[in-house]
């Protein structure tokens, strides 16, 4: 059973935004800049690994509890992180001016 041209043309849509989201992430991570833009891209980091981490324990601990295996998609991992990433990025530059 094929899938529909639609769908098919909504998720490669979504596959190539979030692999600009990607490489606009490692674009950022290292890009040179003044100390302002260093200031927001640390805290834009900071806030993205707590996250990242707050919700692989909660997976955890959920997967103990329910005593089922980790069942953890990289690709969807890496896309979040990307997501989150992105977002507290645009947070910090506008709360701090940039």
Do not use: C
């Not at 805290?43 to 089922?68: M, N």
């Not at 980790?70 to 990433?85: D, F, K, R, S």
């Amino acid at each position: 059973m094929a899938m529909p041209v639609g769908a098919m043309i909504f998720l490669g849509s979504i596959l190539i935004g979030f692999t600009i989201l990607d490489i606009l992430m490692l674009v950022s991570l290292l890009k040179p800049g003044d100390e302002r833009n260093q200031i927001i891209v640390w805290k834009a980091s900071s806030f993205t690994l707590l996250s990242i981490t707050g919700s692989l324990v909660l997976d955890i601990i959920e997967s103990y509890v329910r005593a089922q295996p980790l069942t953890i998609n990289p690709l969807i991992h890496l896309e979040v992180i990307a997501i989150v990433y992105f977002l507290s990025l645009m947070f910090f530059k506008k709360r701090h001016g940039g």
